[in-house]
């Protein structure tokens, strides 16, 4: 699987908002589904959200995934941060492209750098 590139991080007030970036220079994004994971220190990575292939924006609560096809970046935005939300975020593709978020493997993951988000009061 593809290394991805994630961005946009960084120190954030509580009740702001984050926008993170993911992108890839071997990968045409649009085919794939992305998903966002994150991890806090000590505790294991937990998916946040999943754009399927077959969307361009999707909402859960207080996050957004979206893609720019132009720019072959998927975003995350995250608003009302809280400190909890603090954490390393990484984003992920499927292995093959066309199919759907819950054909991920993870066992397949090559985890990126991440970008890290750190969220105070």
């Known amino acids: 699987q593809v290394q991805m590139m994630e961005s946009g991080g960084g120190l954030e007030r509580a009740g702001g908002s984050a926008r993170l970036s993911c992108t890839s220079s071997?990968?045409?994004?649009?085919?794939?589904?992305v998903h966002w994971f994150r991890q806090v220190p000590g505790q294991g990575r937990e998916e946040i959200m999943c754009l399927s292939y077959r969307a361009s924006r999707s909402r859960e609560g207080r996050f957004t995934i979206s893609i720019d096809v132009g720019d072959n970046t998927v975003y995350l935005q995250m608003d009302n941060l809280k400190p909890e939300d603090t954490a390393i975020y990484y984003c992920v593709t499927n292995e093959e492209p066309y199919t759907d978020c819950r054909d991920l493997e993870e066992k397949t993951i090559k985890w990126g750098q991440g970008t890290q988000v750190t969220v105070s009061l």
């Open positions: 071997e990968l045409n994004l649009d085919y794939y589904s």
